[in-house]
């Protein structure tokens, strides 16, 4: 049982480049989300996606994009990395969305270190 | 104002003692309740949803009171698998933005 897959789990960078990070699900779930946990902070939405080929923001979405090109992949990108977005990253997925969104199942997390 | 808030804690307890925590939430049109469970540099799961009328769930039991805006975690019978990070989490009418608490930090000691 695969579930939510991230990759990668662990990314260093230094200020000012780029990365992507993948989250995969098999669960066929139309909604997905990406979230930062932040110590002393609960996770914040940074985009989610409420179907294939559909994103939206979230509460932190600057210095992020995403694409949702394929149902089961949501793509999280940073542009121009700064330390600020030194976190920890999580995927989640859903089976229903907006006032029914009952469970997420969330990937294990990708920490990203930004120098 | 947050929107979700929880003692940080931590809750230090002994193995079979009974822990409680409360989480309250800023927003009165709040629909949908949850507890989480986030063990050590691990993903969140979910624990289970809150009700209205309250539920159980083994050791676990919820409780909701609108009117004061909290919900409540009660875990009976401690044992060191318990020990963990509890997230609150509030969904809002027509909103996809489920808000997280920061977590409570439970402890249960031999």
């Known amino acids: 049982n695969a579930g939510v897959t991230q990759t990668p789990k662990f990314r260093v960078l230094k200020t000012g480049q780029s990365m992507t990070l993948l989250c995969a699900q098999d669960m066929n779930h139309e909604y997905m989300y990406w979230y930062r946990q932040d110590p002393g902070m609960g996770l914040r939405l940074i985009h989610y996606s409420v179907g294939e080929g559909t994103t939206a923001k979230g509460e932190v979405p600057d210095g992020y994009n995403v694409s949702r090109l394929k149902k089961q992949n949501f793509l999280l990108g940073l542009e121009s990395a700064a330390p600020s977005q030194t976190s920890v990253y999580f995927c989640?997925?859903?089976?229903?969305?907006?006032?029914?969104?009952?469970?997420?199942?969330f990937g294990e997390g990708s920490r990203l270190t930004v120098l | 104002r947050k929107e979700v808030e929880q003692d940080p804690g931590p809750f230090n307890v002994p193995e079979g003692a009974t822990v409680a925590f409360n989480c309250t939430y800023s927003n009165s049109a709040s629909q949908s309740f949850f507890w989480y469970r986030q063990d050590c540099r691990k993903e969140p799961k979910l624990l289970m949803s809150?009700?209205?009328s309250g539920n159980e769930d083994g050791r676990f039991t919820a409780q909701l009171n609108r009117a004061s805006q909290y919900i409540s975690l009660l875990i009976r019978d401690s044992k060191l698998s318990d020990s963990a990070t509890y997230l609150c989490v509030v969904n809002m009418i027509n909103d996809y933005k489920l808000s997280f608490g920061a977590g409570t930090t439970v402890t249960v000691r031999a």
């Open positions: 989640a997925s859903s089976q229903r969305g907006g006032e029914n969104t009952g469970e997420l199942f």
């Open positions: 809150v009700y209205s």
